[in-house]
């Protein structure tokens, strides 16, 4: 991986609103292009995706949420302290400017005057505590624990990872800044999605041949808090370790780009603390989990 980038992301109906999909794909590509001083041309393959319902038993994810919560035994307690930690690290780590290097500031146009240049996630909600999420009333199911304030969001944003051979790389002068050690693919049942970090981190730790133990950070998108909790437990990570400077449901879940946004934010952490191997993983709406190791 030789560069990485992304935008701001943006809150349902706020400042990246009036963009499309393919207008944010094409901010990322040109800037992740012109970090690596790589032309269009020598372009070889592309992937750019947009992108919850779930189809197979006809309820919102947040079902699955409430489902894994209850199958792995995550109290709304546990669910609003993890929220609420993920706020206030999104909180401090905009506040310290970590995040500037791995955006690419959009100009917003305005009914009046000049743009208004948009660099910074607006999602987060400053000053959250446990005690306010607790207020917040379940969201899907009467009873439940998965609420608003616990879950990810609605969300608009774009990101890019550009990737060549080592020997392109050092033909061009370019220090990558990391190389793709492993990855894993699984399926898990679509009722508990939620899960499908846990198998496929496994698939792509044993792959990367280390143990989980060397992992010096993970990305882990939040989804859910009740399916981080329960992933986390599940495969013994060091909740020091994973997502931080908070997650998805601070920083928000622009689907189609969080797989890319999250590796974005690894890679760049990364580099920031000298660290060696870090794992990007997230579970995918009807029934997946994807996993990537990259060493530094």
């Not at 750019?48 to 994810?61: E, P, S, T």
């Not at 919560?69 to 506040?95: C, G, L």
């Not at 000049?114 to 207020?135: M, N, S």
Request: glycine share 10%.
């Amino acid at each position: 991986v030789v560069s990485a980038t992304r935008t701001a992301v943006g809150k349902f109906g706020g400042s990246l609103k009036d963009f499309s999909p393919g207008q944010l794909g094409s901010i990322v590509l040109k800037d992740a292009l012109k970090k690596a001083n790589v032309e269009h041309s020598e372009v070889v393959d592309l992937m750019i995706y947009d992108g919850l319902w779930d189809i197979f038993n006809n309820y919102h994810m947040g079902m699955t949420a409430e489902n894994v919560a209850e199958k792995y035994n995550v109290t709304r307690e546990e669910q609003d302290e993890f929220s609420a930690k993920s706020q206030n690290k999104a909180e401090a780590a905009i506040k310290a400017g970590k995040f500037k290097e791995e955006i690419v500031p959009i100009a917003i146009p305005q009914p009046k005057g000049e743009p208004v240049l948009f660099d910074t996630d607006e999602f987060p909600r400053f000053g959250t505590t446990k005690e306010i999420l607790a207020k917040l009333k379940p969201a899907f199911k009467k009873n439940g624990t998965v609420t608003a304030g616990n879950a990810s969001g609605i969300n608009d944003g774009a990101a890019c990872v550009l990737l060549m051979s080592e020997d392109k790389a050092r033909e061009k002068g370019l220090s990558p800044l990391a190389t793709i050690k492993s990855y894993g693919f699984c399926g898990v049942p679509p009722e508990i999605m939620g899960m499908g970090p846990f198998c496929a981190t496994k698939k792509a730790i044993e792959r990367a041949s280390i143990a989980i133990g060397k992992l010096d950070l993970i990305e882990l998108n939040e989804a859910f808090a009740a399916q981080s909790i329960a992933v986390i437990r599940e495969l013994g990570l060091n909740p020091d370790r994973v997502n931080v400077n908070g997650g998805a449901i601070a920083l928000g879940h622009p689907i189609g780009a969080s797989g890319a946004r999250i590796l974005v934010t690894l890679l760049h952490e990364l580099a920031r603390k000298k660290g060696t191997y870090g794992l990007a993983t997230l579970c995918i709406g009807g029934g997946q989990g994807i996993a990537v190791v990259v060493k530094r």
